[in-house]
Nanobody, 120 residues
Framework: QVQLVESGGGLVQPGESLRLSCAAS????????MGWYRQAPGKQRELVATCTKDANTNYADSVKGRFTISRDNAKNTVYLQMNSLKPEDTAVYYC??????????????WGQGTLVTVSS
């Protein structure tokens, strides 16, 4: 079994910062891509940022220059540093990973989600 556990969500005011963490555990051989997605009320889930094993990153236009994704491959952990938060960043943030498990199967795994609320 493989699971992703997120932490770091919460309530902040506009302009403040938050850091999300997501740790993968279980029968993991290697993790190719880790990323963050979000889903606001009444909207579809959307990509926020992804990071490959070689630290190549990709960001949604709406978060470029404000959010930074990073990985610690030794800890199978991905982080999302969110600065200059806006009310429109309010959403449930989900961690995602494309990985190879110990049976050499390619799998996509999702975390349970963590709520980020930006409000004054």
């Amino acid at each position: 079994q493989v699971q992703l556990v997120e932490s770091g969500g919460g309530l902040v005011q506009p302009g403040e910062s938050l850091r999300l963490s997501c740790a993968a555990s279980g029968s993991i051989f290697s993790i190719n891509v880790m990323g963050w997605y979000r889903q606001a009320p009444g909207k579809q889930r959307e990509l926020v940022a992804t990071c490959t094993k070689d630290a190549n990153t990709n960001y949604a236009d709406s978060v470029k220059g404000r959010f930074t994704i990073s990985r610690d491959n030794a800890k199978n952990t991905v982080y999302l540093q969110m600065n200059s938060l806006k009310p429109e960043d309010t959403a449930v943030y989900y961690c995602n990973a494309f990985l190879i498990d110990t049976r050499y199967r390619l799998r996509e795994v999702w975390g349970q989600g963590t709520l980020v609320t930006v409000s004054s």
